[in-house]
């Protein structure tokens, strides 16, 4: 096999999001002449942002070869304890709500972790029991802040012209990408997600790490909580739903393996901006809003089948590789 | 050649199931032994006994005549004694630095200091490059992910990987089991070089030709017991597929 053409496809079946971002870049630049105007990119960015920074949670998540459903409810949550201790305390309204973050994802992965419960089960349950106890504690109304506070910056503020969740989300995505590619902890996320037993067999207890990773996730997400509660307002506890489909299908989309042990943060951010390409596509196009749904539901579809392309496509490549040189 | 490891009457029961019974086996220095018998006969639990994932059910464990109960394979390996799991003891989505790395990292350091959750990737490539190298282990790319390389290289991967953590004494499961007869060789050359530099092997395979090939001392189990312990020179491939599947044909048994 060529070298140059064997590099290439490799490159192609581990980052093939990126040509799907130029694709659909140039398509919507051809529809659209708004499109590519900085202020577009700029709403893109912003209004995914939330998006990105769960995402980067869940996809942290399955690289170690769990799933955590209960994202939603978190998110939830801590956007709503956000919105109600806002009007008291601008420092407790961004820092209790990101630790109750990592005590709800810390709770999921112990469970999964300690225990050994199936995490898709495990978090299934907890996403109901969370989102219960969040509409017994509102009685299922919606919980007003302020508008006019500094909290408000949060969500609305710019810096350099550039909305302050872009920075939110950019650096969040930085955070995870140097945490899973430069640290300790990042080996043995994907170690754990590839093969468990040989961290097992060299001595290591990765049942901490797993464990740490829901903890990182409901981190993630509690940011992601403050940053929504800032930019909503008033927030209703059914809110966090909304994000289950874009998140599940951003981390998929980006080629995070549902097995564990492959996925980049890198990706992960491309197809969040992606689905906020054809987001934004379908708001400059007109496209009835119910419309919108079912092609959100048939892009997530297709993520599933993509994702399982390319695990299918490498394997073969990959076998195609290992006998040619063998 | 002085004794490295000496296992004493060792049980293992699975509920009322005797997988290893009353079993003894002396392992020396540099001495590479050859374990057979048929599917079932107790090969792996030994081992895995051996080292640390299974506890004993009674028996004890000698290493350098000290006493040792190893309660994880982490125990095991802190005293030297590490076992080679069919396909288990690599990471597939790692490249080869972090593989023979994998949990004796070297920490970044800044300012004089030891960053523990930082690695220092530059440091592990250039040293795995050159550990490689000595060992004549080829591979195109030590960033190469181990599940690109082909079953030879990742074996000797994995044998590099237990040289690399000093280990005195390694297990090998079925390392030639699923490779091409070019890279058994390869790995059977390896063996021989874990022999020469002082460390003790134990091979676990069905395939005698490799076992004859590497081989000092040549053990069978049958149903959980000790049915054979011969030296190489004093056997033959045939005398010791009878005593695997039981046939009486004289051969010397210390049973």
């Given at each position: 096999?060529?070298?140059?053409?064997?590099?290439?496809?490799?490159?192609?079946?581990?980052?093939s999001i990126i040509f799907i971002f130029i694709a659909l870049s140039v398509m919507s630049?051809?529809?659209?002449?708004?499109?590519?105007?900085?202020?577009?990119?700029?709403?893109?960015?912003?209004?995914?942002?939330?998006?990105?920074?769960?995402?980067?949670?869940?996809?942290?998540?399955?690289?170690?070869?769990?799933?955590?459903?209960?994202?939603?409810?978190?998110?939830?949550?801590?956007?709503?304890?956000?919105?109600?201790?806002?009007?008291?305390?601008?420092?407790?309204?961004?820092?209790?709500?990101?630790?109750?973050?990592?005590?709800?994802?810390?709770?999921?992965?112990?469970?999964?972790?300690?225990?050994?419960?199936?995490?898709?089960?495990?978090?299934?349950?907890?996403?109901?029991?969370?989102?219960?106890?969040?509409?017994?504690?509102?009685?299922?109304?919606?919980?007003?802040?302020?508008?006019?506070?500094?909290?408000?910056?949060?969500?609305?503020?710019?810096?350099?012209?550039?909305?302050?969740?872009?920075?939110?989300?950019?650096?969040?995505?930085?955070?995870?990408?140097?945490?899973?590619?430069?640290?300790?902890?990042?080996?043995?996320?994907?170690?754990?997600?590839?093969?468990?037993?040989?961290?097992?067999?060299?001595?290591?207890?990765?049942?901490?790490?797993?464990?740490?990773?829901?903890?990182?996730?409901?981190?993630?997400?509690?940011?992601?909580?403050?940053?929504?509660?800032?930019?909503?307002?008033?927030?209703?506890?059914?809110?966090?739903?909304?994000?289950?489909?874009?998140?599940?299908?951003?981390?998929?989309?980006?080629?995070?393996?549902?097995?564990?042990?492959?996925?980049?943060?890198?990706?992960?951010?491309?197809?969040?901006?992606v689905?906020?390409v054809?987001?934004?596509?379908?708001?400059?196009?007109?496209?009835?809003?119910?419309?919108?749904?079912?092609?959100?539901?048939?892009?997530?579809?297709?993520?599933?089948?993509?994702?399982?392309?390319?695990?299918?496509?490498?394997?073969?490549?990959?076998?195609?590789?290992?006998?040619?040189?063998? | 050649?002085?004794?490295?490891?000496?296992?004493?009457?060792?049980?293992?029961?699975?509920?009322?199931?005797?997988?290893?019974?009353?079993?003894?086996?002396?392992?020396?220095?540099?001495?590479?032994?050859?374990?057979?018998?048929?599917?079932?006969?107790?090969?792996?639990?030994?081992?895995?006994?051996?080292?640390?994932?299974?506890?004993?059910?009674?028996?004890?464990?000698?290493?350098?005549?000290?006493?040792?109960?190893?309660?994880?394979?982490?125990?095991?390996?802190?005293?030297?004694?590490?076992?080679?799991?069919?396909?288990?003891?690599?990471?597939?989505?790692?490249?080869?630095?972090?593989?023979?790395?994998?949990?004796?990292?070297?920490?970044?350091?800044?300012?004089?200091?030891?960053?523990?959750?930082?690695?220092?990737?530059?440091?592990?490539?250039?040293?795995?490059?050159?550990?490689?190298?000595?060992?004549?282990?080829?591979?195109?790319?030590?960033?190469?992910?181990?599940?690109?390389?082909?079953?030879?290289?990742?074996?000797?991967?994995?044998?590099?990987?237990?040289?690399?953590?000093?280990?005195?004494?390694?297990?090998?499961?079925?390392?030639?089991?699923?490779?091409?007869?070019?890279?058994?060789?390869?790995?059977?050359?390896?063996?021989?070089?874990?022999?020469?530099?002082?460390?003790?092997?134990?091979?676990?395979?069905?395939?005698?030709?490799?076992?004859?090939?590497?081989?000092?001392?040549?053990?069978?189990?049958?149903?959980?017991?000790?049915?054979?312990?011969?030296?190489?020179?004093?056997?033959?491939?045939?005398?010791?597929?009878?005593?695997?599947?039981?046939?009486?044909?004289?051969?010397?048994?210390?049973?």
């Amino acid at each position: 096999m060529n070298k140059f053409y064997a590099r290439f496809r490799l490159f192609y079946l581990n980052n093939s999001i990126i040509f799907i971002f130029i694709a659909l870049s140039v398509m919507s630049g051809i529809l659209s002449d708004k499109f590519f105007s900085v202020r577009n990119w700029l709403n893109i960015l912003n209004n995914f942002s939330v998006t990105g920074i769960v995402s980067c949670g869940v996809a942290l998540v399955l690289i170690a070869g769990g799933i955590d459903l209960s994202f939603g409810s978190i998110l939830a949550c801590c956007s709503v304890f956000a919105a109600f201790l806002e009007p008291r305390s601008l420092f407790l309204a961004i820092l209790l709500p990101v630790l109750l973050g990592v005590l709800l994802g810390l709770f999921n992965g112990f469970i999964v972790a300690k225990i050994g419960a199936n995490p898709l089960i495990t978090t299934l349950g907890t996403q109901w029991l969370y989102f219960a106890l969040l509409m017994i504690v509102t009685s299922g109304n919606l919980v007003q802040g302020n508008s006019d506070t500094p909290f408000h910056f949060i969500g609305h503020g710019k810096i350099f012209n550039i909305p302050f969740p872009i920075y939110f989300f950019l650096g969040i995505v930085l955070f995870a990408w140097f945490l899973s590619r430069k640290t300790l902890y990042g080996k043995y996320l994907f170690a754990h997600g590839s093969n468990k037993n040989a961290l097992f067999c060299s001595g290591i207890d990765s049942s901490h790490i797993y464990m740490m990773t829901f903890a990182i996730m409901g981190l993630l997400v509690g940011i992601g909580g403050v940053v929504l509660s800032s930019r909503l307002i008033g927030v209703r506890p059914t809110e966090g739903g909304r994000y289950l489909m874009n998140v599940l299908t951003a981390v998929i989309l980006g080629g995070v393996s549902l097995n564990g042990g492959i996925g980049s943060l890198v990706n992960v951010m491309i197809a969040v901006v992606v689905l906020g390409v054809i987001d934004n596509s379908m708001v400059l196009l007109g496209v009835p809003y119910k419309d919108q749904q079912i092609i959100r539901g048939g892009i997530f579809i297709l993520s599933i089948i993509y994702n399982n392309y390319l695990v299918n496509q490498s394997e073969i490549f990959r076998r195609k590789s290992v006998s040619q040189e063998s | 050649m002085g004794t490295l490891v000496e296992m004493k009457g060792i049980y293992k029961l699975f509920g009322g199931l005797c997988a290893i019974n009353n079993v003894d086996l002396t392992i020396g220095k540099g001495e590479v032994i050859g374990l057979v018998g048929d599917n079932a006969a107790g090969k792996s639990t030994l081992m895995k006994v051996l080292s640390g994932v299974y506890p004993p059910t009674e028996g004890d464990i000698f290493v350098e005549g000290q006493q040792k109960i190893f309660k994880s394979p982490h125990d095991a390996r802190n005293v030297g004694v590490v076992m080679l799991f069919q396909d288990l003891a690599l990471v597939q989505d790692l490249d080869v630095t972090d593989n023979i790395f994998l949990g004796k990292e070297l920490p970044k350091r800044i300012f004089g200091q030891d960053m523990r959750f930082l690695l220092d990737r530059r440091t592990m490539d250039e040293r795995s490059e050159k550990f490689l190298r000595e060992l004549e282990i080829n591979v195109d790319s030590i960033k190469e992910k181990v599940k690109n390389l082909s079953g030879g290289q990742r074996q000797s991967v994995s044998i590099a990987r237990t040289i690399f953590f000093n280990a005195r004494l390694v297990i090998l499961d079925e390392p030639t089991s699923a490779i091409s007869v070019k890279e058994t060789q390869k790995v059977l050359d390896l063996i021989l070089q874990l022999k020469k530099k002082g460390v003790a092997v134990i091979i676990v395979s069905h395939r005698m030709e490799d076992i004859f090939n590497v081989a000092d001392r040549v053990v069978v189990l049958r149903r959980g017991k000790k049915v054979e312990d011969i030296e190489k020179c004093k056997t033959t491939p045939e005398l010791i597929i009878k005593r695997i599947i039981g046939l009486n044909d004289g051969a010397g048994c210390n049973q």
